[in-house]
């Protein structure tokens, strides 16, 4: 059921790959309540990805980038702003790559110069998206940005690796944006830490399976899909919540509020009994 809570409401949408990737469906959503938006990727994305279907499906425009590199992203913003006659309302950053996980790469024994990429890619990228809207004028007031989070920003989960240092810097990149953006225009910067999902890129971290096995296991709700995070999403763009920003937003299933949950331990308990046989 759509509610036309971004009818009118211009955005751009980083990251979206295929109908896995949580910005997909958090694209598809913001279509269905009456929003307008733009698409980026990397041309390789772009190339082997399905970005050119969901643009289709939306009437949307995709601007290759490469969310690295401050010229590409000037392009993409001042395209969307052309685009749209108008600055844009909201802003959605789901970008995260770790050549160290790729490469199986223990936290340990990092290759340092794969760490960088991994900062500058899934984290320094949202800085100098924001540096360049910011520069470029071109978020409405009262504009809303979301960036992808995980609760390794906080905590530390098994084979997550440096990715969990570039969600930690995400977070804070987050709150001091959030407070220059805030103070200076109304814009409001949040980041959603969403439940372990199958993405694309998600599926390439290791022990994934069993990771959302324990997470669904721990979270009195289960773990929050895609889909559900989309919908988190399309109100954080909305102006339901106006006053919402410099927040990471736990949509885990209760699962960051948790200590051992009943199935949790009786899981547990098996493993015990089954290795003392």
Same mark, same amino acid.
């Given at each position: 059921?759509?509610?036309?809570?971004?009818?009118?409401?211009?955005?751009?949408?980083?990251?979206?790959?295929?109908?896995?990737?949580?910005?997909?469906?958090?694209?598809?959503?913001?279509?269905?309540?009456? %929003?307008?938006?733009?698409?980026?990727?990397? #041309?390789? *994305?772009?190339? &082997? $990805?399905?970005?050119?279907?969901?643009? !289709? /499906?939306?009437?949307?425009?995709?601007?290759?980038?490469?969310?690295?590199?401050?010229?590409?992203?000037?392009?993409?913003?001042?395209?969307?702003?052309?685009?749209?006659?108008?600055?844009?309302?909201?802003?959605?950053?789901?970008?995260?790559?770790?050549?160290?996980?790729?490469?199986?790469?223990?936290?340990?024994?990092?290759?340092?110069?794969?760490?960088?990429?991994?900062?500058?890619?899934?984290?320094?990228?949202?800085?100098?998206?924001?540096?360049?809207?910011?520069?470029?004028?071109?978020?409405?007031?009262?504009?809303?940005?979301?960036?992808?989070?995980?609760?390794?920003?906080?905590?530390?989960?098994?084979?997550?690796?440096?990715? %969990?240092?570039?969600?930690?810097?995400?977070? #804070?990149? *987050?709150?001091? &944006? $959030?407070?220059?953006?805030?103070?200076? !225009? /109304?814009?409001?910067?949040?980041?959603?830490?969403?439940?372990?999902?199958?993405?694309?890129?998600?599926?390439?971290?290791?022990?994934?399976?069993?990771?959302?096995?324990?997470?669904?296991?721990?979270?009195?709700?289960?773990?929050?899909?895609?889909?559900?995070?989309?919908?988190?999403?399309?109100?954080?763009?909305?102006?339901?919540?106006?006053?919402?920003?410099?927040?990471?937003?736990?949509?885990?299933?209760?699962?960051?509020?948790?200590?051992?949950?009943?199935?949790?331990?009786?899981?547990?308990?098996?493993?015990?009994?089954?290795?003392?046989?």
């Amino acid at each position: 059921m759509a509610y036309n809570l971004l009818k009118g409401k211009t955005g751009i949408i980083f990251g979206a790959l295929d109908e896995k990737s949580i910005a997909w469906n958090i694209a598809t959503k913001c279509y269905e309540e009456g %929003a307008r938006f733009t698409l980026s990727n990397t #041309s390789s *994305a772009i190339r &082997f $990805g399905q970005l050119e279907e969901l643009a !289709r /499906k939306c009437s949307a425009e995709i601007i290759p980038a490469d969310a690295t590199s401050e010229e590409d992203l000037t392009k993409v913003f001042e395209r969307s702003v052309e685009i749209f006659d108008g600055k844009v309302d909201f802003v959605l950053h789901s970008i995260g790559m770790s050549l160290n996980v790729r490469k199986k790469r223990v936290y340990n024994d990092l290759d340092y110069n794969y760490f960088k990429k991994t900062l500058d890619i899934s984290a320094m990228s949202f800085h100098k998206m924001l540096q360049v809207a910011n520069k470029l004028d071109a978020i409405n007031d009262w504009g809303s940005v979301v960036a992808l989070s995980y609760i390794a920003a906080q905590r530390t989960l098994y084979a997550y690796n440096d990715m %969990a240092d570039a969600k930690a810097l995400l977070e #804070s990149i *987050a709150r001091s &944006f $959030g407070y220059i953006y805030g103070r200076e !225009r /109304k814009i409001r910067i949040n980041t959603i830490s969403q439940s372990p999902t199958l993405t694309t890129a998600g599926s390439g971290v290791k022990v994934m399976g069993g990771l959302m096995d324990f997470t669904d296991r721990m979270s009195p709700l289960g773990n929050a899909s895609a889909e559900e995070c989309a919908n988190y999403c399309i109100t954080l763009f909305s102006d339901l919540t106006r006053k919402v920003t410099m927040q990471n937003l736990f949509h885990d299933g209760g699962f960051s509020g948790m200590g051992m949950s009943l199935k949790a331990m009786t899981m547990y308990n098996k493993a015990i009994d089954s290795d003392c046989d």
